[in-house]
């Protein structure tokens, strides 16, 4: 197995500072990984020895953080961060028992499971639930935000601190929609952020095939752009994507329940919504500390 050389590695002892990581929270968490980071500044680690000293008490007990740094360097994404499948239910559960609200609209709040009659009651279609703090405070959440090995893949491929920046859980509803608006939504593809040292880790709660609005990446994406492509925030054509890109390099991420994966921020994806099966997801958000490097 080849290993990579990384910089400062904020990993070092980590146990010296999480033995009470679920009683403390997440801001002095982090602050002990910023301190940490700047006393072993003088030291340089293989991701071989991270993987090593710092993933066994991951729930990701069978990831190979080599394969997944290359893969994101590489191809901008890595997959098979499966979460188990106790966790898997456990936040689907809570989700079905937990009201959601409309995108900007807080106050409307309803349960994912009526989202039939209020449609039918207001006649218009409901696209997304989206999830507050409350839910996204639960422990089993709080536990993947600080799992090892999801920051140790964020420390290494960032080359930098890693701060987590949001979570977000949210449904996408199947709505009803014509040939015509479905060929629209196919050629809307767009880029979340052109900032270099960001991540963020998808977790599927629901069973996602091509009728459920999978998650769509265009591999590569995130290294190779057209100058335009660095600097306009806008959505751009399946013809110009996959000419650039190659329509090969449009990958949909399909899978069962638990199904994880990380993405590089740059890279282009699809804006559509599911056909026939609603889906839910789990998304990490991280980021390198600026002056970290």
């Known amino acids: ?16 500072f999480t033995t009470s990581i679920h009683d403390t929270t997440k801001n002095n968490y982090f602050n002990g990984i910023r301190q940490h980071y700047l006393a072993n500044k003088s030291n340089k680690f293989k991701v071989s020895e991270i993987q090593s ?18 893969s994101l360097k590489q191809k901008g994404i890595s997959r098979n961060l499966n ?22 609209n807080t106050q409307f709040r309803f349960d994912a499971s009526e989202k039939e009659q209020i449609m039918m009651q207001t006649g218009k279609p409901l696209i997304r639930g989206i999830y507050d703090n409350t839910i996204l405070s639960c422990p089993t959440i709080k536990k993947l935000e600080t799992d090892p090995t999801l920051l140790a893949i964020a420390a290494t491929y960032l080359n930098a601190e890693p701060i987590h920046h949001d979570s977000q859980l949210w449904w996408s509803f199947a709505v009803e929609s014509t040939l015509y608006e479905r060929r629209q939504e196919a050629q809307r593809f767009y880029r979340a952020t052109n900032k270099p040292r960001s991540l963020t880790f998808y977790f599927y709660l ?64 699809k804006k559509s919504s599911p056909s026939s099966n609603d889906r839910l997801t789990l998304e990490l958000k991280f980021a390198a500390k600026p002056g970290s490097i």
Request: proline share 5%.
């Open 1 to 16: 197995m080849m290993a990579i050389d990384v910089i400062p590695n904020p990993f070092k002892d980590f146990r010296l």
């Open 83 to 104: 979460l188990p499948a106790q966790i898997t239910q456990d936040i689907r559960d809570l989700a079905l028992t937990t009201p959601c609200h409309k995108p900007n």
């Open 206 to 269: 629901t069973d996602v095939d091509l009728c459920s609005n999978p998650h769509v990446c265009v591999l590569e994406s995130h290294r190779k752009k057209k100058l335009a492509y660095r600097f306009l925030s806008k959505d751009y054509s399946l013809q110009d994507i996959s000419k650039h890109y190659g329509y090969h390099n449009i990958t949909s991420m399909c899978g069962k329940a638990g199904l994880g994966f990380v993405e590089d921020a740059r890279c282009f994806r």
């Open 53 to 70: 000293h710092y993933c066994q008490d991951s729930i990701f007990k069978t990831i190979d953080l080599n394969e997944t740094i290359q």
